[in-house]
């Protein structure tokens, strides 16, 4: 079995409940956009290598998934140019969006993956392009 595989299934075990996937489809995103913007707010470069780094992770994974979250981190990256007072957005969205994963994993009646495995931080992006991927039919 591959790698990303076994990763998206250990994932979905505590990710089974359409009212956490629903959470997890609105939230993810922006956590991530969180994330980026506030590396960014630190400094830009920050923000730079943090994508870089996380990219090379996700292209041993699967490339497919690594050019996919490298269109994503872009358009995220873009979008900070036009939001005022990003700092705090993101803070905000940041605190109200994990709030919700913590109310979908309630739902679910599982804890959050990350909890036994830091590495499902980055998996929670992958984990939704894949279920878009496989709609799509689209080999990654």
């Given at each position: 079995m591959r790698p990303i595989d076994r990763?998206?299934?250990?994932y979905a075990e505590s990710h089974r409940h359409p009212t956490?996937?629903?959470i997890h489809w609105i939230c993810v995103p922006i956590i991530v956009w969180c994330v980026l913007a506030l590396m960014?707010?630190?400094?830009?470069?920050?923000?730079y290598v943090g994508v870089a780094a996380v990219l090379v992770y996700y292209a041993t994974l699967s490339l497919p998934m690594a050019l996919a979250m490298l269109l994503f981190s872009a358009v995220?990256?873009?979008?900070?140019?036009?939001?005022p007072y990003l700092l705090w957005v993101a803070i905000a969205l940041f605190v109200i969006t994990?709030?919700?994963?913590f109310i979908g994993h309630?739902?679910?009646g599982k804890k959050p993956s990350f909890l036994d495995d830091v590495r499902f931080l980055l998996i929670g992006p992958i984990f939704l392009l894949a279920k878009?991927?496989?709609?799509a039919g689209v080999a990654f």
């Amino acid at each position: 079995m591959r790698p990303i595989d076994r990763l998206i299934g250990q994932y979905a075990e505590s990710h089974r409940h359409p009212t956490n996937v629903l959470i997890h489809w609105i939230c993810v995103p922006i956590i991530v956009w969180c994330v980026l913007a506030l590396m960014f707010w630190l400094h830009p470069y920050a923000a730079y290598v943090g994508v870089a780094a996380v990219l090379v992770y996700y292209a041993t994974l699967s490339l497919p998934m690594a050019l996919a979250m490298l269109l994503f981190s872009a358009v995220c990256l873009l979008s900070f140019a036009y939001v005022p007072y990003l700092l705090w957005v993101a803070i905000a969205l940041f605190v109200i969006t994990w709030i919700f994963q913590f109310i979908g994993h309630e739902i679910e009646g599982k804890k959050p993956s990350f909890l036994d495995d830091v590495r499902f931080l980055l998996i929670g992006p992958i984990f939704l392009l894949a279920k878009a991927f496989r709609k799509a039919g689209v080999a990654f």
